[in-house]
């Protein structure tokens, strides 16, 4: 998975970690979050904040 590869990132981590609620979870943790995914292989240097935002909500929506 790429930065950009937004809605299976989501669902990705609300497998890994099913008793965070997103709305709670600062950006700094949600990019470690997503660097840890086992399918995730991209650069940490092309995520920035609109990218964080967009996984947030993505993330809200698939626990919603």
Do not use: Y
């Amino acid at each position: 998975m790429k930065w950009t590869d937004i809605s299976d990132i989501a669902i990705e981590l609300s497998e890994a970690h099913p008793d965070k609620d997103p709305l709670k979870v600062n950006f700094v943790d949600l990019r470690d979050w997503v660097m840890a995914l086992e399918d995730f292989d991209d650069d940490p240097k092309h995520c920035g904040e609109k990218i964080l935002e967009a996984i947030q909500q993505a993330w809200i929506d698939e626990v919603s």
